[in-house]
């Protein structure tokens, strides 16, 4: 993004997958029970989803060139197929059941909060930032009297270029190939590595400040500077958008959120 604003707005709305432990269970203990034989039987099941992330960067489409919008054309926007990412401000939002999907942290404004293990169950008033995949989870697991948008910024969603696609698939398949084979450990570690780096390069900071060491174990920090972002995008090499990693969380989320709620 070469738009300040965009790049912190994307930032803000940066979150990871979904992992929480709701108020019904927590700090519950399930013991195991025994069958009519006298063997134990777990009582927590799980599921994985293998290597999830590099399957979204194949599989979905993602924003490239963000355009600044209308606050009253955002639902025309995302009813049009387009990424959206806005500031939006709910009243008086409750959860409709016991499944909870904001983050109290994320946000940058709560009036009369209730909370659910670190996720809001209900506030008076509350100001986030979110992408249009949040916004339809939230309308599905939320009430609340209005909404209001305010920055709101939307792109057109494509494939990830080829180069990046055949890079995970060839990691991929050079990890699954060589997993459990007896002398390929380290090979094995090496590639999967790579293969769950490409999303962490997607969202490393631009704009990550400045460490000067002083000298005799002093060191101070400095903000980065603006030109940081323009120097960034300028730079032949850089190849990744930092967009990308947001929306591979953001469909993560998504995704694990609707089996949820099957």
Request: proline letters at 3%.
């Amino acid at each position: 993004p070469r738009d300040l604003k965009l790049y912190h707005l994307l930032q803000r709305a940066f979150a990871g997958g979904y992992t929480h432990a709701s108020y019904i269970f927590c700090k519950w203990l399930f013991k195991p029970l025994k069958d009519s034989e006298g063997n134990y039987k777990g009582r927590v099941k799980s599921r994985d989803k293998t290597s999830f992330y590099p399957a979204l960067m194949v599989k979905e489409k993602y924003p490239r060139k963000f355009m600044k919008i209308k606050k009253e054309k955002v639902m025309q926007f995302i009813q049009l197929g387009y990424a959206v990412i806005m500031d939006v401000c709910f009243k008086n939002i409750r959860a409709k059941g016991s499944l909870t999907t904001i983050s109290e942290h994320k946000c940058a404004m709560i009036k009369k909060g209730v909370f659910d293990n670190g996720r809001v169950y209900s506030a008076d008033l509350l100001v986030t930032s979110i992408t249009e995949l949040d916004l339809d989870t939230i309308s599905k697991v939320y009430d609340f009297d209005s909404i209001s948008i305010g920055s709101a910024y939307a792109s057109k969603k494509r494939y990830l270029p080829k180069v990046i696609v055949e890079t995970v698939l060839d990691l991929y398949e050079g990890k699954t190939t060589l997993k459990d084979v007896e002398g390929k450990e380290q090979e094995y570690q090496r590639l999967k590595a790579l293969l769950n780096s490409l999303f962490g390069m997607c969202v490393t900071d631009i704009m990550q400040a400045i460490i000067i060491f002083l000298g005799s174990g002093e060191w101070t920090k400095e903000e980065a500077p603006d030109s940081a972002l323009l120097e960034y995008i300028k730079n032949p090499k850089s190849i990744l958008l930092y967009q990308t990693g947001v929306y591979v969380t953001a469909y993560c989320r998504h995704e694990l959120l609707e089996h949820n709620m099957e």
